[in-house]
């Protein structure tokens, strides 16, 4: 089974400034997709950029983008010109590509991060 | 465009209770799933259903059961209503696998067990 580890509870920034949250995943897989959701306080699971395993060039999504190695099952997220609004709960999520599992979600325990003005 | 929507957002229920979780889609999704994220943790898989009239087991199954009669529907059911099961459940739903579709979420049903 595959499991997903998010080995920073909290981490906090200032505004403006740049912050990397980590995330490595253990799977014996070679195709798969990874992604990252936000949850605010709101609750809601919100998408923030994904990753396709066979693709080498990493994901951007505005401020947000993601450093993809393959070899060392690593999926970190960076967030650039932190905003008060990106304060929330981040979830690395992995999803494997299989036909037979369902499109499933695994989880990490998710990292809280702070955004300090 | 509703997308996924959970019913009721909050629920207080008495140990031995049973209530019906409900988690209706309007995308036409034919995959849908359970999850419950306990406080300070990430979400686990209950169940899950691949289309109408299939469902399978997650990682945490016991003490719930599905069913998915439609495409749209998929309610979560507690039978026996236990202290170890005040979460948060989300329902979600995607369109397929073998591309980067994500899974959508409703806003969630705080459910206490008291």
């Known amino acids: 089974a595959q499991t997903v580890t998010q080995s920073q509870p909290e981490m906090s920034v200032q505004e403006a400034e740049t912050v990397t949250l980590s995330c490595t995943y253990d799977?014996?897989?070679?195709?798969?997709?990874l992604f990252w959701y936000k949850q605010p306080p709101s609750r809601q699971m919100i998408l923030v950029i994904r990753q396709e395993a066979y693709k080498q060039q990493n994901a951007t999504e505005n401020r947000f983008s993601v450093n993809f190695q393959k070899a060392a099952k690593s999926f970190s997220l960076k967030i650039s010109d932190s905003q008060l609004g990106d304060a929330a709960m981040y979830f690395c999520a992995y999803r494997s590509a299989r036909e037979t599992s369902g499109s499933r979600l695994t989880f990490g325990e998710g990292t809280q991060l702070t955004v300090n003005p | 465009n509703a997308g996924v929507t959970q019913t009721p957002k909050f629920r207080i229920l008495k140990i031995g209770q049973s209530m019906t979780l409900q988690c209706t889609q309007d995308?036409?999704?034919?995959?849908m799933y359970w999850y419950r994220q306990d406080p300070g943790m990430g979400l686990k898989l209950i169940y899950y259903s691949v289309g109408a009239g299939i469902t399978d087991k997650g990682e945490v199954p016991n003490g719930y059961n599905v069913s998915r009669s439609t495409t749209e529907d998929f309610p979560l059911r507690l039978e026996l209503a236990a202290p170890s099961q005040t979460s948060v459940y989300f329902c979600?739903?995607?369109?397929?696998?073998?591309?980067?579709?994500?899974?959508?979420f409703g806003d969630g049903t705080r459910l206490s067990i008291l």
């Open positions: 979600a739903s995607s369109y397929s696998i073998g591309s980067l579709a994500p899974q959508h």
């Open positions: 799977t014996s897989e070679s195709d798969y997709y």
């Open positions: 995308m036409n999704h034919n995959y």
